[in-house]
């Protein structure tokens, strides 16, 4: 069982950045990948980022590829998304996630077993 906690969520404007850390509970943090999903009002959910349990691969949706960075610090099983040059169309609530396939850096929501609670980002024009 992974408990998962999401906060740096805010309001940004445009041009902006955040960071967003989601902290895992339990012992085995490096044994699953993890990934980042964001929603907007009337929108379905939408993969975002993700990186492998050794945080050597990482997987970007082509909408935030060049300005958002995922990282993970096994140490303090925490990882992060760093969001840089914020867009109005980036604002949703954000989940991070967990897949008990640590190889596997997917977009697909049904691989990830475990999720947070979510964190509202909303970035002004």
């Known amino acids: 069982q992974v408990q998962l906690v999401e906060s740096g969520g805010g309001l940004v404007q445009a041009g902006g950045s955040l960071r967003l850390s989601c902290a895992a509970s339990g012992r085995t943090f490096s044994s699953y990948a993890m990934g980042w999903f964001r929603q907007a009002p009337g929108k379905e959910r939408e993969f975002v980022a993700a990186?492998?349990?050794?945080?050597?691969?990482?997987y970007y949706a082509d909408s935030v590829k060049g300005r958002f960075t995922i990282s993970r610090d096994n140490v303090k099983n925490t990882f992060y998304l760093q969001m840089n040059s914020l867009k109005p169309e980036d604002t949703a609530v954000y989940y991070c996630?967990?897949?008990?396939?640590?190889?596997?850096?997917?977009?697909?929501?049904?691989?990830?077993?475990?999720w947070g609670q979510g964190t509202q980002v909303t970035v002004s024009s």
């Open positions: 990186i492998s349990g050794s945080g050597g691969r990482t």
């Open positions: 996630a967990a897949n008990p396939r640590r190889f596997s850096v997917v977009r697909t929501s049904y691989e990830y077993e475990y």
